[in-house]
């Protein structure tokens, strides 16, 4: 799923095409279900005419700022936004689930094979939008604030960064990366953390998104830029793995990287560099990524702790 990164990477490079112009209609290929907040015709209705003001991200949200309403884009788990001509073809067309026609003729799409994405309209984003927590990158998010947040908090780090309340635009990548950055394990109790601690978890948060920013996201599975290409984080990350490419070590101790399933999550760390602290791990089953259907039972009846220690390498 597009991270912060991700989504700060498509809106930077849709501002160039798209803010000035005016969105003359929308059309659906088939009917949008529950992919927007309005039936096609009203939604189709609604929005031509409205000029794009500016184009923002929150946490993962793309917000089109329109002359009277906001347009807000959720990527989803493959959601795509790309602006053509419109005779252009593009690969991605096969999954057009809505087409922007401007009145400079061009065209901005959004594609989507999995069809979670959201395209909502609406006259205020709060509406709409849940609970968010602040944006990491942010000057105004600061180590004292994020200690000040995390005192209130329970459980495993790892869900606590998923958490979109807690800290905005965190997903699966970025939080194992920013635990690997901060050498703690991703089942440490978000509570037991001592105060440098904390401050290196900020500042593996910051470290790993502002990385996935500058290197334009990454491209593992089917994210892709709004132009096509892939960005380059990917070749960058340090504990993150695609499934079955964990043979390459851990950066900084040559280590092998442990995967285990947490929350249904692949997550990915280093054991050398991020060690089991038995007094301080959250308090959570968990089952080692090697767990296959003939090995189920054996995993089920590993402690907590030994699997946690010997998490199992693939
Ligand atoms: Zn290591």
Redesign the pocket.
Known sequence: MPELPEVETAVRSLRDPLVGRTIQSAIFPADPGRMTNLDAAHFAARIAGQRVERIERRAKYLIFVLSTDTLIVHLKMTGHLYVLPPTAESPFDRWVRVRFLLENGQELRFSDTRKFGRVLLVSDPAEILPKLGPEPLEDDFTPDVFRERLKRRKGALKALLLDQSFVAGVGNIYADEAL?IARLHPLREASSLSKTEADRLYTGIREALADGVRFQGASVSTYRKPDGTRGEAQQQLRVYRELGNLDK???????P?TKIFFGGRGTHF?????PVKPRYMAKRTIRPATATKTTKSKAKSVSKKRSVTNGTRT
């Not at 280093?270 to 991020?274: I, S």
């Open positions: 690997h070590p851990c950066p900084d101790c040559g280590g990287i280093c054991l050398n560099c991020q």
